[in-house]
T-cell receptor, first 110, second 114 residues
Framework: QKEVEQDPGPLSVPEGAIVSLNCTYS??????FMWYRQYSRKGPELLMY????GNKEDGRFTAQVDKSSKYISLFIRDSQPSDSATYLC??????????FGKGTTLSVSS | EPEVTQTPSHQVTQMGQEVILRCVPI?????FYWYRQILGQKVEFLVS????????KSEIFDDQFSVERPDGSNFTLKIRSTKLEDSAMYFC????????????FGQGTRLTVV
């Protein structure tokens, strides 16, 4: 079983929609959960960082972690065309390298 | 805003040649990483570096790869004898300390081996 699973999409939504992006993971020792946004041929840009179960909100973005289900989510409210990108989940334990999901490609149409 | 800087942005090299990819991590960060992303695939970990030595490496990071921090600011990845399958985006990342696990990435170097 792969350590981090993420549906690659593509996911297409109209402007203003609520977007839900998800990852599952297999190792219950993972403690830190991140979401990165990546535009084509650019470096991953850190969006959200969470530790332990619960929700974290930053503007239009909400990251949710359910450690009991080994399931993490990123919600984007009022999606904009500029949100069109690939969204990567990344997970690790303290002091270890990030393990990335494959990324979900999102397209928001105006 | 501090950022991770990588040079060059694109490098084309012939198979068998040596390449050096350069990175300037965020000042006062202590942990440094190299990742790569083959076109259409996931971001893969290569190596992490702390206190002037490799702290972790993946199976990909074999003897043809090496890393170095030659001075107080630069962090380099050397590929000794490039293969066609080394063609990828190479990303450098850095983070502050063990407890602060947020890693910040550079814009990448696109390596094309011909």
């Amino acid at each position: 079983q792969k350590e981090v699973e993420q549906d690659p999409g593509p996911l297409s939504v109209p402007e203003g929609a609520i977007v839900s992006l998800n990852c599952t993971y297999s190792n219950s020792a993972f403690q830190y959960f991140m979401w990165y946004r990546q535009y084509s041929r650019k470096g991953p840009e850190l969006l959200m960082y969470t530790y332990s179960s619960g929700n974290k909100e930053d503007g239009r973005f909400t990251a949710q972690v359910d450690k009991s289900s080994k399931y993490i989510s990123l919600f984007i409210r009022d999606s904009q065309p500029s949100d069109s990108a690939t969204y990567l989940c990344a997970i690790n334990q303290a002091g270890t390298a990030l393990i990335f999901g494959k990324g979900t490609t999102l397209s928001v149409s105006s | 805003e501090p950022e991770v800087t990588q040079t060059p942005s694109h490098q084309v090299t012939q198979m068998g040649q040596e390449v050096i990819l350069r990175c300037v991590p965020i000042s006062n960060h202590l942990y440094f990483y190299w990742y790569r992303q083959i076109l259409g695939q996931k971001v893969e970990f290569l190596v992490s570096f702390y206190n002037n030595e490799i702290s972790e490496k993946s199976e990909i990071f074999d003897d043809q790869f090496s890393v170095e921090r030659p001075d107080g600011s630069n962090f380099t990845l050397k590929i000794r004898s490039t293969k066609l399958e080394d063609s990828a985006m190479y990303f450098c990342a850095s983070r502050g300390d063990r407890t602060n696990t947020e890693a910040f990435f550079g814009q990448g170097t696109r390596l094309t081996v011909v």
